[in-house]
Nanobody, 122 residues
Framework: VQLQASGGGLVQAGDSLRLSCATP????????MAWFRQAPGKEREFVAA????????SYADSVKGRFAISRDNAKNMMYLQMNTLKPEDTAIYYC????????????????WGQGTLVTVSS
């Protein structure tokens, strides 16, 4: 199963980026989706999750009020709008699909994309 994350890049602190994730319909149907990120030398961490029906399940405290997750099931797409970016947001961002409609548990996310790099300069 191949998820395709895109939209990363090099930006300055305070800028915005919108990440996209394309998924096979048979994979994302009826399942929650989420964004995770992994900074250099750190473990992968949760960013945001959204239910199959488009309800936002959770945001990491570090991104609340700045990031917004959404999905378009008709297009089999998920998005992450990132505003007021900070240098500490620098990471590879991964999209993932869970086995389950409303989960935020890492262990339930079984399909992963290849990641897209976001670099925020100060």
């Amino acid at each position: 199963v191949q998820l395709q994350a895109s939209g990363g890049g090099l930006v300055q602190a305070g800028d915005s980026l919108r990440l996209s994730c394309a998924t096979p319909k048979r994979t994302s149907s009826n399942n929650a989706m989420a964004w995770f990120r992994q900074a250099p030398g750190k473990e992968r961490e949760f960013v945001a999750a959204i239910s199959w029906r488009g309800e936002v399940l959770s945001y990491a405290d570090s991104v609340k009020g700045r990031f917004a997750i959404s999905r378009d099931n008709a297009k089999n797409m998920m998005y992450l709008q990132m505003n007021t970016l900070k240098p500490e947001d620098t990471a590879i961002y991964y999209c993932a699909v869970a086995k389950g409609a409303r989960t935020t548990s890492y262990k339930d996310y079984i399909y992963w994309g290849q990641g897209t790099l976001v670099t925020v300069s100060s």
